[in-house]
């Protein structure tokens, strides 16, 4: 059964940096993908950023580009999220996910499992 757990979630001030971490147990190889995706309230969930193993490549939404850095290491199935110069608007619930290489990465719906979330709050 394939499990993630993410942490490092908390309240920050507009500018400041949070790193989260996403493990995921019960999936082996580099066959498939992770993503980091976000769900402000009110709003869908979004993508954000997400690496494909066997090409070894992260995509990274507009929004977070030059400020979010999404690393890992495939044989831990560990994920990062390095967040800095972090503004109220990042504001979500960030979700990790597990799905198979084929995926179109910016979907959420073609993700197949999923993190509980953990709470990232930017006060101004």
């Known amino acids: 059964q394939v499990q993630l757990v993410e942490s490092g979630g908390g309240l920050v001030q507009a500018g400041d940096s949070l790193k989260l971490s996403c493990v995921a147990s019960g999936v082996t190889g580099m066959n498939f993908a992770m993503g980091w995706f976000r769900q402000r309230p009110g709003k869908e969930r979004e993508f954000v950023a997400a690496?494909?193993?066997?090409?070894?490549?992260?995509d990274y939404a507009d929004s977070v580009k030059g400020r979010f850095t999404m690393s890992g290491d495939n044989a831990k199935n560990t994920v990062f999220l390095h967040m800095n110069s972090l503004k109220p608007e990042d504001t979500a619930v960030y979700y990790c996910?597990?799905?198979?290489?084929?995926?179109?990465?910016?979907?959420?719906?073609?993700?197949?499992?999923w993190g509980q979330g953990t709470q990232v709050t930017v006060s101004s």
């Open positions: 690496i494909k193993w066997m090409r070894d490549n992260v």
């Open positions: 996910a597990v799905g198979g290489s084929w995926i179109r990465l910016v979907s959420p719906n073609e993700y197949t499992y």
